[in-house]
T-cell receptor, first 114, second 113 residues
Framework: KQEVTQIPAALSVPEGENLVLNCSFT??????LQWFRQDPGKGLTSLLL?????REQTSGRLNASLDKSSGRSTLYIAASQPGDSATYLC?????????????FGKGTKLSVIP | DGGITQSPKYLFRKEGQNVTLSCEQN?????MYWYRQDPGQGLRLIYY???????QKGDIAEGYSVSREKKESFPLTVTSAQKNPTAFYLC????????????FGAGTRLSVL
């Protein structure tokens, strides 16, 4: 059974710092990996998607990497801002029985202090 | 505006009562999903549907039921058999393509009176 772990569970940094969020998964037979952002009491917003054949994806100040063989992904946020404060969720897609299903980690709650 | 609409935003259930959460999408997506999120936890899949009139159980389907009579709609009923229904419920949809990017609604928070 696929398990997704995110470390740390919570992180507090001063504004302007660069930071890294970690995600690990137990089964390397994934279809893709996604990073989501969730604001309190809200739904999820997809930030980056990395296909299993890719090593990284970039969007603005965000860079996500994937090492499928070791079961790890990182989300790098450059020059953090207070508006980046949110919970960041990692999810891997498995394909089975003709369907695609996501398995989520518990998230990392990020606080960026002005 | 294209997107996924969940209603209501807040819902209260009395003991022994069934309640239905609405999910509507105008993205012309084939697949739709229901997830449950508990505090400090990741999302867990309740049910999903790949096509109209077809749906499959996810990891925690007991105490829930769904229907998919229209492509745009995928309502979730929380039955009285679900003994711990208090949670945040999220609906998602995705085009049936290889990338499987899921788009999420704003969620419904269900509490027990």
């Amino acid at each position: 059974k696929q398990e997704v772990t995110q470390i740390p569970a919570a992180l507090s940094v001063p504004e302007g710092e660069n930071l890294v969020l970690n995600c690990s998964f137990t089964d390397s037979a994934i279809y893709n990996l996604q990073w989501f952002r969730q604001d309190p009491g809200k739904g999820l917003t997809s930030l980056l998607l990395i296909q299993s054949s890719q090593r990284e994806q970039t969007s603005g100040r965000l860079n996500a990497s994937l090492d499928k063989s070791s079961g790890r992904s990182t989300l790098y946020i450059a020059a953090s801002q207070p508006g980046d404060s949110a919970t960041y969720l990692c999810a891997v897609t498995r394909k089975g029985a003709g369907s695609y299903q996501l398995t989520f980690g518990k998230g990392t709650k990020l606080s960026v202090i002005p | 505006d294209g997107g996924i609409t969940q209603s209501p935003k807040y819902l209260f259930r009395k003991e022994g009562q069934n309640v239905t959460l609405s999910c509507e999408q105008n993205l012309n997506h084939d697949a739709m999903y229901w997830y449950r999120q508990d505090p400090g936890q990741g999302l867990r899949l309740i049910y999903y549907s790949q096509i109209v009139n077809d749906f499959q159980k996810g990891d925690i389907a007991e105490g829930y039921s769904v229907s998919r009579e229209k492509k745009e709609s995928f309502p979730l009923t929380v039955t009285s058999a679900q003994k711990n229904p208090t949670a945040f419920y999220l609906c998602a949809s995705s085009p049936w393509t290889g990338k499987n990017i899921q788009y999420f609604g704003a969620g419904t928070r269900l509490s027990v009176l």
